[in-house]
């Protein structure tokens, strides 16, 4: 078996990424700049995006999708009046208008947008039609033909209102929310079209703005040597979020070994933020994440060990 290059390094690395770089660019980067064997991030950001890009190395990569499904937070900037194929400033104009929504037509339309909602996607999007991604079909003039998905969207509210072309909001969702469409159909709501001129993302979960590294600090050092693993958070941030359940030695050693624990031997001890139909806990042997496991049908059962 061929050995992978590079170093056995695990953690997270949050990233303020800049604009004009996707997040696989961002992910190649450090993993080169770390010499690292292995690295993933936690959410894809758009080209034109900035802010919290979580990098996963070694086993943090293990943990991607607890973070993926975790809360996000962002600002987005609408430019009102000019629809792009993108839906956002990257794009071609394909749609104008001359209407200039109120502030109050915009709150009063931003009800229906809250709560679990069913949203289109853009067709600039990674979304998978027969086999091809969205946007490979749209650049070659093929617009894909996207369904309606649900997506849950905690709050969103206008924030400052700029000038009459230009309204600022914040936004607070579950997993796979796109923001473009957001803006888009809000501009649709109120009579008239938009797009995202920017798009800052301010939290992933556990990770906050100001827990963010520029990338150019992240690699800073001597160009010959490997940027240092100390800019690494522990594995366990990214499940810090998810409630904690503590178990003795031999507890964790029968969860390791695949074996279910009975609820009723761990009363006193659950907690109360889990829900015992098939919620998901943190479990911890001391100062140790041992893994993850869900309670159900009255056991706790091994989801996911470290």
């Excluded at 919290?52 to 999708?65: D, H």
Aim: proline share 6%.
């Amino acid at each position: 078996m061929r050995r992978r290059k590079g170093r056995p390094l695990n953690g997270w690395l949050i990233v303020d990424k800049p604009a004009g770089m996707t997040s696989t660019d961002v992910v190649n980067r450090v993993r080169r700049g770390f010499d690292a064997q292995k690295a993933g991030h936690g959410g894809t950001l758009d080209p034109l995006a900035t802010g919290v890009l979580p990098v996963a190395f070694g086993a943090a990569t293990k943990t991607v999708p607890y973070i993926m499904d975790g809360t996000k937070l962002y600002h987005f900037t609408l430019k009102i009046g000019e629809a792009r194929d993108t839906d956002d400033a990257d794009g071609e104009v394909i749609e104008t208008s001359d209407v200039r929504p109120t502030d109050a037509q915009f709150n009063a339309a931003l009800e229906a947008f809250r709560g679990e909602i069913m949203q289109i996607p853009p067709i600039f999007s990674a979304i998978k039609v027969a086999g091809e991604r969205a946007y490979d079909m749209a650049r070659e003039g093929r617009a894909p033909v996207l369904e309606a998905r649900p997506a849950r969207v905690d709050r969103f509210e206008l924030i400052e209102r700029v000038d009459a072309e230009t309204a600022i909001f914040e936004v607070q969702s579950g997993k796979g929310v796109y923001m473009r469409s957001l803006a888009r159909d809000l501009a649709r709501a109120c009579g008239t079209v938009g797009h995202v001129a920017t798009l800052r993302r301010l939290r992933v979960g556990p990770f906050h703005e100001q827990d963010a590294i520029s990338l150019d600090n992240c690699l800073a050092g001597d160009d010959n040597a490997p940027a240092s693993p100390t800019l690494l958070r522990p594995v366990s941030t990214a499940l810090a979020d998810i409630p904690a359940l503590a178990v003795t030695d031999d507890e964790a050693a029968a969860l390791s070994h695949g074996q279910a624990i009975s609820l009723v031997t761990l009363l006193g001890r659950i907690p109360e933020a889990a829900d015992p139909a098939g919620g998901l806990v943190r479990v911890t042997a001391g100062t140790r994440v041992t893994g993850l496991a869900r309670l159900e049908d009255g056991l706790l059962k091994p989801e996911r060990l470290f």
